[in-house]
């Protein structure tokens, strides 16, 4: 069975850090990109980081630009999202995903063919 696991989720202080995690299984995803998107209470579900398969492009969303950091291992089929100076807007399920196609660009949801079963991040202020 082909599937994506995030853990690493929690409650936070506001200024706090998180590390999400996503274990890929059931094959190897180190061609494909892969993202983390986050979804807040009644609303859709927006892009927040993307890896290319080599690791060597990443895109991130405006708002978490120079607090988060995406980095995956293509040898334990994990992808992973530092998430520092969180802020309580930042509350929301994260979900990691990966595109339907090889070497395909992470834009939007509508670009993703597997996701993670979401993992709730909770910022205090």
């Known amino acids: 069975q082909v599937q994506l696991v995030e853990s690493g989720g929690g409650l936070v202080q506001t200024g706090g850090s998180l590390r999400l995690f996503c274990a890929a299984s059931g094959r190897t995803f180190s061609s494909y990109a892969m993202g983390w998107f986050l979804q807040a209470p009644g609303k859709e579900r927006e892009l927040v980081a993307s890896?290319?398969?080599?690791?060597?492009?990443?895109y991130y969303a405006d708002s978490v630009k120079g607090r988060f950091t995406i980095s995956r291992d293509n040898a334990k089929n994990t992808v992973y999202l530092q998430m520092n100076s969180l802020k309580p807007e930042d509350t929301a399920v994260y979900y990691c995903?990966?595109?339907?196609?090889?070497?395909?660009?992470?834009?939007?949801?509508?670009?993703?063919?597997?996701w993670g079963q979401g993992t709730q991040v909770t910022v205090s202020s």
């Open positions: 995903a990966v595109t339907k196609r090889r070497y395909d660009e992470i834009r939007s949801a509508a670009d993703i063919g597997l």
């Open positions: 890896i290319r398969g080599s690791g060597g492009s990443t």
